[in-house]
Structures are given as structure tokens and as C-alpha cells.
């Protein structure tokens, strides 16, 4: 079956074997983005210490692209400065999973989307702080 869709190896990997899965409770940051076209939902939960992403954890509904790319992007953004981690990209996602299929690449953007929503929560927690 991932033959006829197109996932690589690596895609199978991560959908079979999702690293980071879960909830941080009292998270420092949250995430949330969903796509109503596909119906896939991403939430990234995220601890930072010292400006550095020490952990982080993510839940999501939907198709095994999009359990890979969020698997793939808590990966890519453990242990990085926020800075650093702003900086993910869709299509780092997809590259570091090597390759997604055309009509799979909008997973991708969810993924980065929901680790940028989660930066973003907590830097607006700490400006009110």
C-alpha cells in the first residue's frame, strides 16, 4: 500500500513508529492547526528552558503523512534554540522524511505550522509575564 501512495521508507518509519507522541501538561507552549479540507489536526505541546526547546510532544489526527511529518518535526526541533526552531521549514520536514507525495506536502506545512503556533504561544506568555 505505501508503494501505491508514494511514502518513503523513512515516512513508514515514523507513521509506524511516531516518535514524541503525547501531551506535556502545563505545557510552556501549544500548538493547534488542522486542515478542514483534509481534516488532519496537529497540536505540539513544548517545555523550554533557557530558550532552548527541551521537550516536546505532539497529538494528531489524521493520515500517516501527517503522523510522520509531526513525528519528523518534534525530532527536528528537540534540543533547538527557538530561534533555531522558527526557522523549520515544510519543506525540511519533508526532506528529512525524504520526500512526501504531491498531494501529501500540505502535511508537511501543518507540521511546522503547529511547532511555529506552539514558539509563538510561548513568546506571547512571556511578554506577559
Known sequence: ?????GYSQ???EHFMNP?????????DGYGKVGNPVCGDLMEIFIRVKDDVIEDIRFRTFGCGSA???SSMV???AKGKTLD?????????VATELEGLPPRK???SNLAADALHA???DYREKQKKE
Do not use: S, W
Open 10 to 12: 523513512k515516512v513508514m
Open 118 to 120: 506552539a514558539i509563538q
Open 67 to 69: 503522523i510522520a511529518t
Open 105 to 107: 506536502m500540505h502535511c
Open 19 to 27: 516518535h514524541n507522541v503525547g501531551v506535556i501538561e502545563n505545557p
Open 1 to 5: 500500500m505505501a508503494d501505491q501512495i
Open 74 to 76: 518534534t525530532d527536528l
Open 84 to 92: 533555531e526552531a522558527m526557522k523549520i521549514t515544510r519543506d525540511d
